[in-house]
């Protein structure tokens, strides 16, 4: 039945698929440029590359990941709910999201990646107590409020451009490598670090952070469908921006608590 | 009445939950007083030399920190509120504040005095609504927010009334150094008055007087101590950790880092050192 009433909204303007396609490939490389800089070439980074990161440095940093990778996790898997309208008028992307929850929460075992990464934090030295009632500082929680209100709040495009995905994938190589060389900690306990290293190089299976296929298709469906809607003071730019600056913060604070 | 009766299961009257959390928030406004007043922000601010365009910075930054924080507070007032229907003193109490910020000192509420102070900045609230805020206030705000909506311990915290007393060193040396006039920086006497006092006239907007908003945060850690719903220990640490005021400092430090037209540093500099 048609309305009467003449209260339709604008016309969302959807781009072909090549246009699509090209601003999900630059809005992945500016993320790619902004973890280039911000991350690869941060103090921190550059000591785990140069396997000179103190053993308290790792520690901590690997069990914030852990804090940041459980929380982020559970989040991503809120997604499905909070957007059910785009998914219900959009099957591909609901496919989508259901893929990429299940593996994520599944994959390669009941609890999916979070429990890898306890396992490559456990042969790190730190106790299951710890692991339980982490200390958590404000570099971190910052990072993890800011996805879970990007997640709670944020516009489906706001929120699709603030997953690190294939951006993460050069670091977890270096902790892929940092792990087995430098601490002695062999597969399986590596294999979060592992499976995350191949996040630019594999088509799915990426989960909550996605690999470079996956996010590039949700953007791409993103600027197809005209889903670019954005909140008044914030851009699909500034989710990206914030998401590796505030990693970037993290990795400052144990600069200064380690005196690297 | 189910209040009174947790109150005797765990034993400690109101008299002994006002002497811990009076200590333990007079502790903890020491330390952080210490570290907020002696930051060279405070310090220059103080002095009349923190130049202009930091505290621009600091005003584009904060305009959402309060809409954020202020609309946060009034959906925990949503969240919470099975709990607090059985906690009236706390529902009213809570109302009260919302009311208050929402329709003091008229429509709008504290919210519009940000503007009347942004114009005598030079800054236009629709430069200080679109302002993309630094990370270090993004990742502190978004801390703030998603705790109100995920803890337990129903939003108390030292900051109203630490910030109450910064408030009021803002509101002298803007009008003593920096030109504005009273009626300029009313927002910076606005939060001296309602957040450091232990009693805040409302006025016309909402017909009482009601209580302080720093010493609200007081009440509400006696009523959660009251009702078992914390420990002492874990009061007194909660409290001392937020005096340690790391994200604000970090927004601080962000602040002269990005806007100091001498001694500012890039921002990729900004996250290394």
């Known amino acids: 039945m048609s309305s009467r009433l003449d209260v339709s909204m604008p016309q ?3 781009l072909p698929e090549p246009e699509a396609e090209a601003k999900a490939a630059t809005l ?3 993320t790619d440029e902004l973890v280039a800089a911000y991350i690869m070439d941060h103090p921190f980074t550059k000591r785990l590359e140069a396997g000179n990161l ?3 440095a790792a520690q901590a940093a690997c069990l914030d990941w852990y804090g940041l990778h459980r929380k982020l996790a559970a989040s991503f ?10 998914c219900r008028s959009h099957t591909d992307i609901e496919e989508e999201f259901l893929e990429r929850i299940s593996h994520e929460l599944t ?3 009941a609890g999916g990646r979070t429990l890898l990464l306890r396992d490559s934090v456990k042969a790190l030295g730190i106790s299951e107590g710890t692991l339980n009632n982490p200390p958590q500082g404000s570099d971190l929680r ?4 800011f996805f879970g209100r990007l997640h709670s709040e944020g516009t489906f495009a706001e929120v699709v451009a603030g997953q690190l995905g294939s951006a993460f994938a050069p670091y977890a190589r270096l902790w892929h490598e940092a792990l ?3 601490y002695g900690v062999a597969d399986p306990a590596n294999l979060y670090w592992e499976l995350n290293s191949r996040l630019d190089q594999e088509k799915v299976g990426g989960g909550a952070l996605g690999t470079r296929a996956e996010n590039a298709y949700m953007i791409r469906r993103v600027f197809e469908e005209g889903l670019t809607e954005s909140r008044y003071n914030w851009s699909m730019e500034y989710s990206a ?5 505030l990693w970037a913060y993290m990795l400052r604070g144990y600069v200064r608590r380690f005196k690297l | 009445m189910a209040v009174s009766e947790t109150r005797e299961q765990k034993g400690l009257n109101r008299k002994e939950c006002w002497k811990i959390v009076n200590e333990a928030f007079d502790e903890a406004l020491r330390i952080a007083q210490d570290r907020l007043f002696d930051h060279p922000f405070t310090r220059e601010l103080k002095a009349g030399t923190l130049p202009i365009e930091c505290i621009r910075g600091w005003l584009l930054n904060s305009y959402a920190w309060a809409l954020e924080i202020n609309s946060s507070a009034a959906y925990k007032y949503y969240l919470f509120n099975d709990l607090l229907s059985q906690k009236v003193d706390l529902l009213a109490m809570l109302a009260d504040k919302r009311g208050d910020e929402y329709a003091t000192p008229g429509r709008g509420g504290h919210q519009r005095t940000m503007d009347v102070l942004g114009k005598a900045l030079g800054l236009s609230p629709k430069e200080m609504q679109e302002y993309h805020q630094l990370p270090a206030m993004r990742g502190m705000l978004d801390m703030i927010v998603w705790g109100n909506e995920s803890s337990q311990r129903l939003g108390m915290s030292l900051a109203e009334e630490l910030l109450g007393h910064w408030c009021g060193l803002w509101f002298e040396s803007l009008v003593k150094h920096y030109g504005l006039t009273e009626a300029d920086a009313f927002y910076f006497h606005l939060h001296a008055e309602a957040d450091s006092q232990s009693d805040h006239q409302s006025g016309d907007s909402i017909g009482h007087e009601i209580m302080g908003h720093g010493q609200s945060h007081r009440y509400l850690a006696v009523r959660i101590l009251e009702d078992g719903l914390m420990e002492p220990e874990e009061m007194k640490q909660t409290v001392l950790r937020q005096a340690g005021l790391d994200g604000y400092l970090n927004f601080l430090d962000a602040l002269y880092d990005t806007y100091h037209p001498t001694k500012g540093i890039s921002d990729v500099e900004q996250t290394r050192r």
């Open chain 1, 12 to 14: 969302r303007v959807r």
């Open chain 1, 28 to 30: 992945l490389q500016f």
């Open chain 1, 54 to 56: 103190p053993m308290e």
């Open chain 1, 77 to 86: 898997a809120r997604l499905y709910h909070r957007f059910i309208q785009v």
């Open chain 1, 107 to 109: 994959r390669p075992k």
């Open chain 1, 142 to 145: 910052g990072f993890v409020a």
């Open chain 1, 180 to 182: 087995k060389n430098k």
């Open chain 1, 241 to 245: 921006e914030m998401a590796v600056k």
